[in-house]
């Protein structure tokens, strides 16, 4: 049986962070404001993190590089995605991986938390939760999260529900931003990228399981689009000051203040 190296993990993550890049031209742009708010915001320079559908860690890497006294609980259920995390991060201080369905009651109680969260963030990950699935995560959230705790995710949010013209000029700015990023040609995309792990006998395995997981959940795409789902959902669940921090396009930082 064939053994997920380091090097064959970090290899594949940087092979998804390209392939992210096909639909996110800016994305370390928006990485980086996401840190900062996180930096400036999460009052101690030690903050538990909870990073919510984590992939392979992209994200919570690169906040340990920023803030490496921090502790940053990286969520996710997918079994591939989470053992390439695993293996390339092997040993990291402050990260730890946690296979956890945020569509399942009791989730946030799964993770055995020392203490309350300080900062919770997700990028490019809670737009496949329904309306109702937003509902119940974000209601769980906040029976770990400190008051005053922030909420921070940057996603594709769109406001074509209230604003259609607003959201054409929104998809009008990305998709300039993307061919003058990739005029000499796109990237692999998400499907191309899937479909090489099955070829690799040292994923296929996980890409079994992780087949097996999206049937089971009747997985239905991207479910939650317009930031006005996302907005009302924080609301229900108690956060009080929400607000966009950083913009390009219609992709952009939504912050939310519990309590």
């Known amino acids: 049986m064939s053994i997920l190296t380091r090097t064959t993990a970090q290899d594949w993550i940087a092979r ?3 392939q992210q890049e096909g639909y996110l031209p800016d994305r370390e742009e928006r990485f980086t404001a996401l840190i900062d708010a996180v930096e400036a915001g999460a009052g101690r320079p030690d903050p538990l993190v909870l990073d919510l559908g984590c992939g392979p860690g992209s994200l919570s890497a690169r906040l340990l590089d920023r803030l490496p006294e921090a502790t940053v609980v990286a969520v996710d259920a997918d079994p591939l995605l989470l053992a390439l995390g695993g293996a390339a991060h092997a040993g990291r201080p402050g990260l730890r991986f946690a296979d956890a369905d945020l569509r399942r009651p009791g989730w946030a109680a799964s993770l055995g938390l020392p203490r309350p969260v300080d ?3 997700s990028t490019t990950a809670l737009h496949w939760l329904s309306a109702e699935g937003l509902r119940a995560m974000f209601a769980e959230l906040t029976t770990v999260l400190r008051p005053g705790g922030l909420f921070l995710n940057g996603d594709h949010l769109a406001v074509g529900d209230v604003s259609p ?3 054409k000029l929104e998809r009008a700015l990305h998709d300039r931003a993307t061919q003058r990023r ?4 796109m990237p692999e995309d998400w499907r191309q990228w899937w479909d090489a792990t099955a070829a690799d006998p040292v994923l296929s395995g996980l890409r079994d399981e992780r087949e097996r997981r999206v049937a089971a959940a009747d997985h239905h795409g991207s479910e939650s689009l317009d930031l006005s789902i996302h907005v009302a959902a924080l609301r229900e669940a108690g956060f009080g000051e929400i607000g ?3 913009q390009n396009g219609d992709n952009r930082l939504l912050c ?4």
């Open 16 to 18: 998804w962070d390209r």
């Open 119 to 121: 900062v919770a963030v």
């Open 165 to 167: 013209g607003l959201a």
């Open 182 to 185: 990739f005029a000499g040609g």
């Open 244 to 246: 966009t921090l950083w």
């Open 256 to 259: 939310a203040i519990y309590g």
